[in-house]
């Protein structure tokens, strides 16, 4: 079960629908315990695909160090990653299979010009994606 | 040698007794992570590919820069550095 706020799912929305029409990335960090996890900051990363940015993203590692850094200032973990489905439903890809790490929640949000569409998490189990829920 | 502390991401934490930092010892980053692989085995394959390289979807930062961007695995190390383990994100 993932938890997010409504400040925090405003923020990634806002992320989302500014970058549109190109795919948008970041990281979730927050706390976990058990099978909760809790969303508690969100972080926009530099998508550094260039080729193709409306259907791909290459999420820039110093982005993600950085939120890392401040993770542990905050006594939090990076909990997962987000990203953008410009114009597609938020359900993983076969690229985002491949590219995908255990124990990451992996948020997916559906934008289209009139705005956010959807907003789905998936876990990896195994070689597949799972839904998780969002409460 | 160096004593240097090397940051687990969550992903592979599972293999390392779910430890978020290592203290370990070496004068590069390669001797680290020698150390760090010789005691948690099942991180070597996620590390490196058969020829010992750094596979591409991991990437090491030593403080806040990219080994790629100094002297790579050779890179030298001094007491007290920092070796970040951070996983390549991409999908579609
Ligand atoms: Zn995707």
Redesign the interface.
């Known amino acids: 079960m993932l938890k997010i706020s409504t400040p925090c799912q405003s923020q990634l929305h806002s992320f989302i629908t500014q970058g549109y029409p190109h795919e948008t990335c970041g990281v979730l960090l927050g706390k976990q315990n058990n099978n909760t996890r809790e969303i508690l900051q969100i972080t926009q990363a530099k998508n550094l695909n260039e080729e193709k940015p409306e259907v791909r993203y290459d999420l820039d590692p110093k982005d993600l160090l950085k939120a890392d850094n401040l993770a542990k200032e905050n006594g939090w973990e990076i909990i997962g990653i987000w990203h953008s489905h410009p114009d597609h439903p938020a359900k993983p890809s076969e690229t985002d299979r491949q590219g995908a790490w255990s124990n990451w929640s992996y948020v997916i949000v559906s934008v289209t010009q009139q705005g956010i569409e959807d907003t789905r998490s998936w876990l990896l189990n195994g070689e597949e994606f799972i839904e998780e829920e969002i409460i | 040698m160096s004593k240097v502390t090397i940051?687990i991401?969550?992903?592979l934490?599972?293999m390392v007794n779910n430890a978020?930092e290592i203290i370990l010892e070496g004068n590069t980053v390669r001797e680290v992570l020698e150390q760090l692989t010789s005691q948690f085995d099942a991180l070597n394959a996620s590390l490196f590919n058969e020829e010992q390289e750094l596979r591409h979807?991991v990437?090491l930062?030593l403080a806040?820069t990219?080994i790629k961007d100094l002297q790579g695995l050779d890179t030298k190390v001094n007491d007290g550095d920092v070796i970040?383990i951070?996983?390549?994100?991409?999908?579609?």
């Open positions: 940051r991401p969550t992903p934490r599972t978020d979807f990437n930062f806040e990219n970040s951070i996983p390549a994100v991409a999908g579609g």
